[in-house]
């Protein structure tokens, strides 16, 4: 609450281990512009463990990502032409380009979870996700 920071949790409700691969797709952008893909954006990442700060180009303010299980594989790659169906009904542009840095692969046993915290402040890196959850 007050920040601006989203959490993501996927629970195991099954009775079977399950692998889940995230493939998160970044934009930099504000709310009314969309983004195209460009040799100006570069998404330059540094990784320490579980969280990844993501500079989308030089000189840019850093997105920050952590995970609470799981192994990061970067897989770098432009996701192009994405629709959106609202903004379209709306007669505004309705396409863009979606950027992934790669995924993290997770391996959930029945009754496990894990949580993805992406923010613009780095002190929600170091704060619990289910803590953060509660807040809201």
């Not at 007669?91 to 979870?113: C, H, K, S, W």
Request: glycine residues 6%.
């Amino acid at each position: 609450h007050g920040s601006n920071t989203t959490i993501v949790e996927y629970y195991n409700l099954g009775t079977e281990t399950i692998v889940i691969n995230i493939h998160p797709l970044w934009v930099y952008r504000n709310h009314h512009q969309l983004q195209y893909e460009s040799g100006y954006y570069d998404f330059y990442t540094s990784q320490e463990g579980n969280r990844i700060t993501v500079y989308p180009h030089h000189n840019a303010e850093p997105a920050y990502w952590m995970f609470t299980k799981g192994e990061f594989y970067e897989d770098r790659t432009w996701y192009k032409n994405v629709f959106y169906k609202e903004e379209a009904a709306r007669g505004f542009d309705a396409t863009e380009d979606r950027y992934q840095i790669g995924y993290v692969q997770v391996l959930l046993e029945p009754g496990e979870n894990v949580f993805f915290t992406f923010s613009t402040e780095l002190d929600k890196m170091f704060e619990s996700p289910e803590v953060l959850k509660s807040q809201e």
